[in-house]
């Protein structure tokens, strides 16, 4: 009898940490389908209104429960911080003086960390912390580290393959 009283409770408990997830991610939804597209190339200058919105609302609880919350507030920062960069005609993976771009890349890159520590097999966010790691002029060996541990998770993602190679 305590066995089974004891698998329910289990099961009940996994069901409402289920149901939180599901909850954030319905709650979220702007924010992943933005991400998405950011993250498939779209640069939209009208968008740095929405992106801000978004960044400033608190994720409250869901970031606990929700880790695919924490990937795409991380790409909503690089979108933010290829924004201000391309506002600026400056160019979005190298290096530059301006203080706004280098502020918003640094906030870009601890999202990217804060991302990773929730899921470290994702390949594509390593790769993308080795890119903007490049931007901010990190250490050639720091960013051999990021594409060694993105080679790792994702070794056969072509998607990733193609663009890691061209990095």
């Given at each position: 009898m305590t066995?089974?009283?004891?698998?329910?409770?289990?099961?009940?408990?996994?069901?409402?940490?289920?149901?939180?997830?599901l909850r954030s991610h319905l709650n979220h939804r702007a924010h992943h389908?933005?991400?998405?597209?950011?993250?498939?190339?779209?640069?939209?200058?009208?968008?740095?209104g929405l992106v801000a919105a978004l960044l400033a609302a608190p994720a409250g609880a869901a970031a606990l429960f929700d880790p695919h919350l924490h990937r795409s507030r991380a790409?909503?920062?690089?979108?933010?911080?290829?924004?201000?960069?391309?506002?600026?005609?400056?160019?979005?993976?190298?290096?530059?003086?301006?203080?706004?771009?280098?502020a918003a890349r640094a906030a870009a890159l601890r999202q990217l960390e804060a991302a990773l520590a929730r899921q470290?097999?994702?390949?594509?966010l390593w790769l993308r912390l080795a890119v903007t790691g490049r931007a901010l002029g990190l250490p050639e060996r720091q960013l051999e580290t990021y594409l060694?541990?993105?080679?790792?998770?994702t070794p056969y993602e072509g998607w990733i393959l193609r663009r890691r190679s061209s990095f």
């Open positions: 066995a089974k009283a004891l698998l329910l409770a289990l099961a009940a408990l996994c069901a409402g940490l289920q149901w939180q997830a389908r933005l991400a998405a597209e950011a993250g498939a190339g779209r640069l939209e200058t009208a968008d740095s790409v909503l920062h690089l979108y933010a911080a290829d924004l201000i960069a391309a506002a600026n005609g400056l160019d979005p993976l190298r290096p530059v003086p301006d203080p706004e771009t280098v470290p097999l994702d390949g594509d060694e541990f993105s080679r790792l998770s």
